[in-house]
Every structure is written in C-alpha cells, then in structure tokens.
C-alpha cells in the first residue's frame, strides 16, 4: 500500500470536504513506508499552490496521522471565541497563531490517544465537542462525519453536503484523474 493511486482514493473518500474547502481539516492514518511517503511529500507540494495542506501530527510504528487543511479556513475556525476558549481553557497557545496550535495538537497526540478538542480543529461545532467529552461519546442525536449533541437538522445537511463532494471527488479519481491534477493551480 502506498501507491499515488491509494493515495488519491484515500484523500478523495476521507478529506473530500477539507480538499474543497467546505471543512478547515480532515485527518486521515496513512503508512509510513518510505513508499507510501513519497506520494504524500509529492502531493504535499502540488496541493500547497491551492492553498491545501497536508501534515504529519503523529508518527507511530507503521502509521502516521495526516492532516488535510486549509490554513485561511483552519485559522478562522480556531479564532471562534467559543472555540479559541475550549482550546485555551485545554493549555493550547491560542494567540501564537496556526502553527503554534497544530505543534501544540501534535504533542497532545503523541501523549495520549485522541484529545477531543481535535474535533474543534476538524470544524465539529464547540457543543458537539463538548457534547462527545461529556457524554463519552454516547447519547448523541445523530452519527455522520461526526456525533452531534447540537443542532442535528444542521449537522444533517452539513452531512449531506460532505456526501456529496465526496461522491463527486471520488467519481472523478475513478475516472483517472489525480487529486494533484484536480487541484492545480489555475
């Protein structure tokens, strides 16, 4: 596994909506292989000219977490006071700006296994996240891209609007195409 091909399929059906920038981020695990590298160092470079990301927040043995974001829309989801406060009240750097906050969730990542407020950094509304943490991840009003405690009519369109940019997303890599050459700069 590792192939550019893998590559886009991987992207195309987990960061469909972070690609086109309907989410801030999308994180996906991803092999690290020196072959499975390769592809994700050659995307990081061709995406990076439309202003998508990818980065490595935690390495393990054989797998790495890969965060797909948008930097303009990732910096305007953690400035949301409701969320910049979660964040803070949590020891993150919130008036360091984006690189700070993504070192600092990378450190997190590595101590323990999944910090909640990672939610808030994949666009989850604050009440969902806190919502999860509160509850344990149980009682929640619906389940798709990811548990709602808030407003499940919203997050169910919102769903609906990831559905479909994935479906479309992944028609156009089963057609041949490649996330670099949907994604060149114009």
């Given amino acids: 596994m590792g192939s550019h091909r893998e590559l886009d399929r991987a992207l195309a059906y987990y960061c469909a909506p972070s690609l086109v920038g309907i989410k ?10 020196p072959e499975a590298q390769v592809p994700v160092a050659e995307y990081a470079a061709a995406l990076e000219a439309r202003s998508i990301c990818l980065r490595i ?14 930097p303009r829309r990732l910096a ?27 070192a600092h969730l990378s450190q997190r990542l590595c101590q323990e296994a999944f910090p909640h407020e990672i939610g808030l950094f994949l666009g989850y509304p604050p009440e969902d996240v806190e919502g999860f943490r509160r509850n ?51």
């Fill in 76 to 102: 305007e989801q953690l400035s949301c006071p409701a969320v910049s406060d979660m964040l803070a009240a949590e020891g993150y750097p919130v008036d360091d700006g984006i690189e700070a906050m993504l």
């Fill in 57 to 70: 927040l935690r390495q393990g043995r054989e797998r790495c977490l890969l965060l797909v974001y948008r």
């Fill in 136 to 186: 344990k991840g149980q009682n929640y009003k619906l389940c798709g891209w990811w548990k709602v405690y808030g407003d499940a009519e919203e997050a169910g369109a919102f769903f609906q609007r990831c559905d479909r940019c994935r479906a479309a997303l992944c028609r156009q890599i089963r057609a041949g195409r490649s996330l670099p050459e949907l994604f060149r700069a114009s």
């Fill in 24 to 33: 801030p981020a999308d994180l996906i695990a991803w092999p690290l292989t």
